[in-house]
């Protein structure tokens, strides 16, 4: 019987693929651990995918790691989120190199802690150069605030007579997204059996084909990964036409 990955059909494959990253704690606390366990865990399914996305040559991964939201949580799990982020950005950036990938971060970076901020910038500097798979952390990010920074910013360039009113379109507001000149996710993936955004690319989503799964994120594999590409290759995308689209890519 043929592997997901041998089903795919490869000029059918979507550009850009959001993961929100869900269900460390329950993985956790089923196996009797603390949440931060799960955390910790969840560093092999990151790594299984990304090499998933670069083997399907795939243009842009966005992972969901940590939302304006995840603040409130104890202090000690945002703690350990925080130390495991640094972790990855040391232990990760050789292979990202040796693979050609191009790191960056959608959110308010400099919200995140001091100690965070040299291996951040090391990781976008030396990476800025590549240009296989663009690898799109969520950090600090949240949708809803997203769109607030960008009304900001737009709204400022109206006040300073630099922008007028009936220049103000969709591919403008795009621009003053976290995500500039970046294709809009034609997929999105959560785990762990929920089914919401959760304040994830909200305006990058409009026309984003979903797929949930019931996996929970520490155990999510490159077959899992296949899987979601498989069922995004079935559906019927016309994006408000009449005729499906001939390809996603």
């Known amino acids: 019987m043929p592997s997901n990955r041998e089903l795919l059909d490869p000029s059918r494959m979507p550009r850009h693929v959001g993961i929100i990253m869900d269900g460390n704690g329950r993985w956790a606390t089923e196996r009797r651990y603390p949440r931060v ?14 090499e998933a996305a670069v083997e399907l040559e795939l243009e842009v991964l ?3 790691a940590f ?3 995840n603040w409130r ?29 191009r790191f960056q971060v959608a959110g308010e970076s400099q919200g995140l802690p001091q100690f965070l901020q040299q291996p951040l910038n090391h990781a976008l500097e030396s990476t800025s150069e590549n240009t296989g798979l663009l690898l ?3 950090v600090n990010y949240g949708g809803r605030a997203e769109l607030v920074r960008a009304v900001k910013k737009i709204s400022s360039l109206v006040q300073s007579g630099n922008l007028n009113l ?11 997204t976290f995500t ?3 294709p809009d996710p034609d997929l999105i993936i959560r785990t762990s059996g929920e089914k919401r955004l959760s304040n994830f690319l909200i305006w990058q989503a409009a026309y984003s084909e979903y797929f949930f799964t019931d996996v929970l994120w520490p155990d ?7 899987q979601a590409l498989l069922e995004f290759q079935k559906r019927n995308r016309r994006l408000g036409r009449t005729e499906p689209l001939k390809e996603t890519a």
């Open 37 to 50: 366990y799960g955390h910790r865990n969840a560093v092999k399914a990151v790594r299984a995918t990304v």
């Open 180 to 182: 500039p000149g970046i």
């Open 220 to 226: 999510f594999d490159k077959e899992d990964f296949f």
């Open 73 to 101: 949580r104890p202090a000690q799990e945002v703690s350990t989120l925080m130390d495991l982020f640094a972790e990855y950005l040391q232990k990760e950036l050789k292979t990202m190199l040796d693979n050609n990938v």
């Open 67 to 69: 939302s304006t939201e």
């Open 136 to 138: 799109n952390l969520a």
């Open 166 to 176: 009936e220049e103000i379109n969709e591919e403008l507001i795009s621009e003053h």
């Open 62 to 64: 966005t992972l969901y």
